[in-house]
């Protein structure tokens, strides 16, 4: 008898700064610290059954309501709305077809079932850019669950803090000689020269000898095939690059940060450069330049 495929997740992965999240709070101050657990409950249903979406209505919310001690089904109901409202997740599926679900949790739940032969989003719920790819593989042989993502899962776009940090701005590009594009690549075949003397258990990619050499390309896959040394350390590698993609850093600087953050290792501090980013609001417009700059110190 076939195995019947698995559509949900085993458990889902949450942002450290979730608690302190804008919306996450104003929902805590106008209806109680007990809106915190109806939203990890609703968050558990989607990425449980469908895995990027749940439908909402009477017994969803009866369902939810009686995993607690002092909120009805109707008190349920209205934090969903609220939360939905407020953006915590995408307000036209919610009210046009009782749908909840976000780009974000849908970009988790890709990433975490890339290992899969069939891992797609229903053209009428998907909230991703047709310009935005999330990498997609094979299921292959391996002792590892397929949908283990110890990564770190932002829920909303939206930073919690109200300051931020001034940052100097970046030269614009140029391409003539001597130009920022210049300057760009001796960059990072410095960077990525350093890093193929490493602990790298991939074989490092052949380094330039000369500017008419080409720098080697690297892909999303190639990323995805690196693997940190067996040492016993603790480290969260396809959670950094998790992270990594979600700000766009060019694949040689993800290489670059992988293997200078040691592939991950925790309490590294390019994890706290990734929360500066984000309370950057913006200003910090080459995240992977800014963390390069903390695995340098």
Excluded at 84 to 91: C, H, M, W
Excluded at 120 to 146: D, K, Q, R
Excluded at 233 to 244: A, K
Aim: include cysteine; charge should be negative; glycine fraction near 6%.
């Amino acid at each position: 008898m076939p195995r019947i495929k698995k559509r949900g997740l085993d458990y889902f992965p949450i942002d450290i700064d979730f608690i302190h999240n804008r919306i996450v709070r104003r929902l805590m101050k106008r209806e109680g610290d007990s809106a915190l657990a109806v939203l990890i409950e609703a968050f558990s249903y989607i990425y449980a059954g469908e895995g990027y979406y749940v439908r909402t209505g009477e017994l969803f919310y009866e369902d939810l309501s009686a995993n607690m001690y002092e909120k009805s089904s109707n008190d349920v109901k209205r934090i969903i709305s609220l939360a939905a409202e407020y953006g915590l997740f995408d307000a036209t599926l919610f009210s046009e077809h009782n749908v909840l679900t976000s780009a974000e949790i849908q970009r988790q739940y890709l990433f975490s079932t890339r290992r899969r032969t069939v891992s797609a989003i229903e053209p009428a719920f998907n909230l991703i850019p047709p310009t935005e790819t999330v990498t997609s593989e094979p299921e292959t042989a391996t002792n590892t669950p397929e949908n283990v993502t110890p990564g770190t899962h932002s829920i909303a776009q939206n930073s919690i803090a109200e300051h931020s940090t001034e940052y100097p701005p970046q030269d614009s590009p140029s391409g003539g000689p001597g130009g920022e594009a210049e300057k760009e690549e001796i960059f990072l075949e410095k960077e990525e020269t350093s890093c193929s003397q490493t602990a790298c258990t991939q074989p490092p990619k052949t380094g330039r000898t000369d500017r008419n050499t080409q720098r080697k390309e690297w892909t999303n896959a190639e990323i995805d095939r690196l693997q940190p040394p067996a040492d016993g350390l603790q480290r969260n590698l396809e959670g950094l690059i998790y992270n990594l993609r979600s700000y766009h850093v060019p694949l040689p600087e993800q290489y670059a940060i992988i293997c200078k953050s040691n592939f991950g290792i925790i309490g590294h501090p390019m994890w706290k450069g990734f929360g500066e980013i984000r309370e950057s609001h913006g200003k910090i417009r080459q995240p992977g330049r800014y963390l390069l700059s903390l695995c340098n110190k």
